[in-house]
């Protein structure tokens, strides 16, 4: 398994929309019976959550909070979490001798030893809530001029509608960019100073900036004086409080955590879900979770002989299936329409120039795979949701530098039986395999060989590719709910090795 | 329209501003981006970080903007782009490839209700309530200059030219590259840091005193800027000082800053001209960098007594400054189109993009630029 967290990916799976991934990075969807990945499904935000306090924040409060957790702060300075400190001072009233010593709070990073006292915040007397919030100094001005704006728009709207019922309505259409000609602008200039389109019905209109003659002074000081480039914020920290941007680090203030969300996947085709987390934020199980590691055979490379271009040579691959159902794998040609593939020079099938620019055609919507199974997780739909848009797939572009010898023959694939791992009582499986194909095999497991040949033409230290389509059977059990009997379907998945680089003569 | 997120609360609608160098994201209504990132993508499994800028075709850039949209939306606005509205701010001389492509991306692939796509020169006046300026936006890759005359933007006036961020990036690690060794090594996001926090714009008197072959004055002092806690960079003054200075000095065509202002006034009809000159917005990040305001009017007076704009006939030039932080001003105002119902009447909608498969040019400004 480490290898797939590590790489290099040495085995990729073609997803139903044309790129190359290893089985970990894949879904399969079972209603459409095909591989989907995270670039093909529909990501949506399920849950927000604090990931400090493992608070949930329903959708609603995330918004009121601008999508931060009201309670934890990241540090102005690094970015790390801040932890609230207890501090005890004297009594508010030193004179009285009832007074007993105060608990304050203040924030501290554990990491850089940024404090809120370092930049004058006051102590807190409790230790939740309630720290001092900046606010925009343009506020006032702003909310002003965004309701001068939707005053004039929405005037405007409506003097639009009358006019369209008159059926007076003028077009005027700019054919590109610079369709705003001298001539327009000169008709325009020989009007009086007609105000913006958007200003025009002034409902109520606050007072224009005005601009002045005095820049922003240059610090004379810079010229002489050294500078302490621990006192400058540097453009990070200033980019992380985007509605300031201190340049100087006294002026760095808390920065509310920011929420983090977790995701759920929806094939586009059929609108299933593909994976759904659990709602809890401490949870990381799913709900729905249908990852191409639990349902299709997994292929790893076991070993192949030294690569010489034009020689043939072994591949041993293992096959495991993941799945409560026996299956058979059968190999097929990459491309189904070219019957002799093997024999062919297959460099010229998987054309190495650029594809045609992406195509979007939207297919026209096929009805779920599976009549009457339950659209469970299309309950979660929402009513104002619309159909997905399915983008036409994109060539695969892999080129292919070996010859594979297809075997002729299959192989029968065990259910995985979790318990057989600690059967020492030998293999007691009774199947008549191809002793040419099938070198070893043990519970859901087996080794095959391939024969392969590296194209005549290559050069030591290119790259050596593979591929096959494999066809398995797939037991799809959505059916088996429903009392039927559980429907057996040959599903096909292209396969790519990645075996290494080719090696010099003996 | 669809129910957006449930029914009681206010629509939210994502308000982008993709830059060259940073991305500022926030929603409409609101007074400033919730967050500023860099345009860029971290590859999965390559570890190899792309600037969005930096595609080679239009494939490239689909699944460059897939990769950093889906950052955008799940992990700083955190909201399913399904079936919402989205608000692109966007300069009216972006490349028509970026520009189509994302389209594509926000609709076909993240499958938004409507986008509405705002000129930012144009909204940049927005958070000023005024109609008439002329917005000089030095931004990463290049500085664009674009009159605005009663919220038209005079399209045939406008000026651009590669004096901005990037070229500076690229001089200050030039320069650091003789008195350091390995700063070719040194990653983009440092050589930004030093620029912002190290160098400065001088004023117009040392840098005229600076080109004199005999000249007595000192650069301010030399800087040492910590790297990973136990390399050191050093920055002389020299560098800190002056290496912005290529910005105001005129190339081979006879081009900078000052002149791009100036030759983009000309170009505009005489009644305007000092109208626009007594109304100049500066906003890109870049305008931020200490003693750059000061310098580029001191550049604009200068220039001013060439025989070359002796024809204006200017005597002033004023300045203003937006309730924003430069870097976003063209952000706040798509924030502020965007609380208005222009969302509903401009926005391309999905079905409308389908059905033509391409986008309008700038819808918004067709109606905007109605003639009575
Ligand atoms: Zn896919
Ligand atoms: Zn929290
Ligand atoms: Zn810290
Ligand atoms: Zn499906």
Redesign the pocket.
């Known amino acids: 398994m480490s290898n797939y967290i590590t790489g290099p990916d040495v085995v990729k799976y073609a997803c139903s929309c044309g790129l190359l991934k290893p089985i970990t990075r894949l879904y399969f969807c079972r209603h459409c019976l095909e591989l989907r990945c995270g670039f093909c499904v529909c990501h949506e935000v399920d849950s927000n959550y604090?990931?400090?306090?493992?608070?949930n924040l329903p959708s609603a409060e995330a918004r009121l909070k601008k999508n931060r957790?009201?309670?934890?702060y990241d540090c102005p300075s690094c970015k790390q979490n801040l932890s609230k400190r207890a501090a005890t001072v004297g009594p508010k009233n030193p004179e009285d001798p009832k007074a007993t010593p105060r608990k304050v709070y203040y924030l501290l990073c554990l990491n850089c030893r940024w404090s809120s006292r370092d930049v004058g915040i006051p102590d807190q007397a409790a230790a939740t809530g309630s720290w001092p919030e900046r606010e925009n100094v343009h506020a006032a001005r702003l909310q002003e001029i965004i309701e001068m704006y939707k005053g004039i728009v929405l005037a405007e709207k409506q003097q639009k509608m009358e006019k369209d019922k008159k059926k007076q309505r003028r077009f005027m259409t700019f054919t590109d960019r610079t369709g705003i000609t001298a001539s327009m602008l000169r008709k325009r200039i020989g009007l009086p100073d007609i105000p913006h389109p958007l200003l025009k019905p002034k409902p109520k209109e606050p007072e224009e900036a005005v601009a002045k003659e005095e820049v922003e002074e240059f610090p004379e000081e810079l010229l002489t004086k050294p500078i302490n480039l621990n006192e400058i914020t540097t453009l990070e920290q200033r980019l992380n409080l985007p509605e300031w941007q201190p340049t100087t680090v006294d002026k760095l203030f808390p920065i509310h955590?920011q929420?983090s969300v977790k995701r759920s996947q929806r094939c586009r085709a059929c609108e299933h879900n593909v994976s759904k987390p659990e709602y809890s934020p401490t949870s990381i199980k799913f709900k729905i979770q249908l990852f191409a590691f639990y349902h299709i055979p997994e292929v790893r490379i076991f070993t192949v002989e030294p690569l010489r271009a034009g020689k043939q040579c072994e591949l041993l691959l293992k096959f495991s299936n993941p799945t409560q159902h026996q299956t058979v794998i059968t190999f097929l040609p990459l491309f189904p329409s070219e019957d002799s593939f093997a024999s062919k020079e297959i460099k010229e099938l998987v054309p190495d120039e650029e594809v045609p620019s992406r195509e979007i055609v939207i297919e026209e919507k096929q009805p779920p795979s599976l009549p009457g199974s339950q659209p469970s997780s299309l309950l979660h739909t929402s009513l104002s949701r619309t159909p997905s848009i399915t983008v036409k797939p994109r060539p695969i572009k892999q080129a292919i530098t070996a010859n594979v010898e297809l075997p002729t023959s299959n192989f029968v694939l065990l259910p995985r039986d979790d318990a057989a791992e600690f059967d020492d009582s030998g293999d007691t499986h009774n199947i008549q395999d191809d002793t040419k194909l099938v070198v070893w095999r043990k519970s859901n497991k087996a080794v095959i060989r391939l024969n392969i040949t590296p194209l005549e033409n290559l050069n030591i230290g290119d790259e050596v590719v593979v591929g096959f389509t494999m066809q398995h059977i797939y037991v799809n059990t959505i059916t088996a709910v429903e009392s039927k009997e559980p429907q057996r379907y040959n599903n096909n998945v292209k396969v790519f090795q990645y075996l290494g680089k080719i090696v010099g003569s003996e | 329209m669809p129910l957006y997120e449930g029914i009681g609360t206010e629509k939210l609608t994502v308000v982008m501003d993709l830059g060259a160098a940073f991305t500022k994201l926030g929603f409409s209504g609101e007074f400033a981006p919730r967050h500023i990132i860099r345009s860029e993508v971290t590859l999965k499994g390559s570890n190899l970080t792309r600037e969005i800028y930096s595609y080679v075709n239009g494939d490239d850039l689909y699944d460059l903007l897939v990769e950093f949209l889906h950052m955008i939306f799940f992990k700083y606005v955190l909201l399913s782009p399904k079936d919402k509205p989205v608000i692109i701010v966007e300069s009216l001389l972006c490349p028509t490839i970026f520009r189509e492509t994302l389209a594509k991306v926000l609709f076909s692939h993240y499958e938004i209700y409507s986008l509405l796509i705002v000129p930012s020169h144009l909204v940049s006046l927005a958070p000023l309530a005024i109609n008439t300026a002329l917005v000089v936006d030095v931004g990463y890759l290049e500085t664009t200059v674009i009159p605005i005359c009663h919220g038209l933007p005079v399209l045939h006036a406008w000026q651009a030219l590669p004096l901005a961020s990037q070229a500076i990036n690229n001089k200050l690690r030039k320069h650091l590259h003789s008195c350091n060794i390995k700063i070719s090594e040194v990653k983009q996001n440092i050589i930004d840091d030093i620029k912002v926090r190290c160098c400065f714009v001088t004023p117009q008197r040392r840098a005229i005193q600076f080109l004199k072959s005999n000249s007595q004055l000192n650069y301010c002092p030399d800087l040492q800027y910590p790297l990973g806690g136990t390399k050191i960079i050093n920055v002389p003054g020299k560098i800190r000082e002056t290496v912005a200075e290529f910005l105001f000095e005129e190339d081979n065509d006879h081009q900078c800053l000052s002149t791009m202002v100036l030759d983009s006034i000309l170009k505009v009809n005489v009644d305007l001209r000092v109208k626009l000159a007594e109304n100049i917005l500066l906003t890109g990040g870049t305008v931020m960098l200490t003693g750059f305001k000061a310098r580029f009017k001191e550049e604009l007076y200068k220039q001013l007594n060439s025989s070359r704009y002796e024809k204006l006939k200017l005597s002033k030039f004023m300045f203003h400054s937006a309730p924003s932080k430069d870097n976003y001003t063209a952000w706040l105002g798509g924030a502020i189109y965007g609380a208005t119902e222009v969302l509903g009447m401009k926005s391309i909608t999905r079905e409308y993009y389908f059905k033509e498969s391409r986008l309008p040019d700038w819808p918004n400004m067709k109606d905007n630029s109605r003639i009575q």
Do not use: A, L, N, S
């Open positions: 604090c990931g400090k306090c493992c608070e957790c009201g309670d934890c955590k929420v």
